[in-house]
Every structure is written in C-alpha cells, then in structure tokens.
C-alpha cells in the first residue's frame, strides 16, 4: 500500500525533472546565439585640464562668489520697490480707475 504512492510521486518527479532538464539544456544555447561574440574593451584616454593653473577649488569659489554678488544687487534693488495690491474682486467698477493709475505711474 505504501509503495504505490511512493511509485506515482517518483514517476511525476522525474517527469518534472526531464522538463527541468531540457528547458536548461535549451537555455545556453538561447544566450550564446543572443550574445554574440565578445569584443575587448577599450580603454579609455584621459583628457588634460585645459586650464592648469586655474583649479576646480578656485572656480567653484569664484562662481560661488558672483551668485552672492548678484543676490545681493536684487535685495537692495527689491528692498526700495514700492508695491500697490489692488483687489479688484468686490468692486470691478475701480478697474477703470486702476488702469487710469497704471498709465499714469508705469
């Protein structure tokens, strides 16, 4: 009684085993076909720095140093600007007014 299961689950895992086998032996063959033949790689050249007395350090500070030049124009600029808010949504009869301002001061 017990060899009969034992038969039937030897038979069903040497037929899985058979496909197992045969989907590995079709799978190097898929690969290389796929692949082709390998190249030697070349190597690389390394490229000189065109400006050698001009490091990396020394033009990151300068580029670093006219951001904050520039920032510093635009908050003195933008600290003396005068600002006028106008809301025109509960009273769009003062459009006419507004425009009337702005060509005026603009």
Known sequence: RTLAPMAVSTQSSMIKK?????????????????SGPRQAKK???????????????????TAALARVVEAEKARATLQ???AIVINLDRRPDRMEGCV??????C
């Not at 190597?43 to 990396?56: D, M, T």
Request: hydrophobic share 40%; glycine share 4%.
């Open 18 to 34: 058979g496909a197992i086998d045969q989907l590995a032996s079709r799978a190097p063959a898929v690969h290389q076909a796929t």
């Open 43 to 61: 190597v690389g050249l390394k490229r000189q720095r065109s400006q050698k007395s001009f490091s990396r350090a020394a033009r990151a500070r």
């Open 80 to 82: 003396n600007l005068q």
């Open 100 to 105: 009337a301002r702005l060509e005026e001061h």
